[in-house]
């Protein structure tokens, strides 16, 4: 780069020092203007009742409904030393 420059400088170029901060651009606007989108707020709506009645949904599972769903069997991938992938293999824990 630095003989690119004085190249530069030997054929008759001239370097300019540029003010951080200053555009290239005329009259100085953005290449890319934000869209100016105007919309009304719209209230919000509570919800803490319906959230508290579906909290209360969730804690009300039997221990039966639980402990069966956590036996079901699934699929599990077996891999090798090497992290390679083996096969499935179903799994009960």
């Keep these: 780069m630095e003989q690119q420059r004085r190249d530069f400088l030997a054929s008759g170029g001239l370097i300019v020092n540029i003010a951080q ?3 290239g651009r005329l009259d100085g606007s953005s290449i890319n203007p934000r869209p100016f989108i ?3 707020r ?3 709506t509570p ?3 319906v959230v ?3 909290e209360a949904r969730k804690g009300s599972k039997s221990a039966a409904a639980t402990s ?3 036996k079901r069997p699934h699929k599990k991938m077996l891999y090798d030393d090497f992290g390679e992938p083996l096969r499935w293999v179903w799994s009960e824990e």
Excluded: M
Aim: cysteine-free; charged content about 35%.
């Design 52 to 54: 508290a009645s579906i």
């Design 21 to 23: 901060g200053v555009s």
């Design 47 to 49: 919800v803490s009742d």
């Design 42 to 44: 719209d209230s919000r």
């Design 68 to 70: 069966r769903l956590r």
């Design 38 to 40: 105007e919309h009304n």
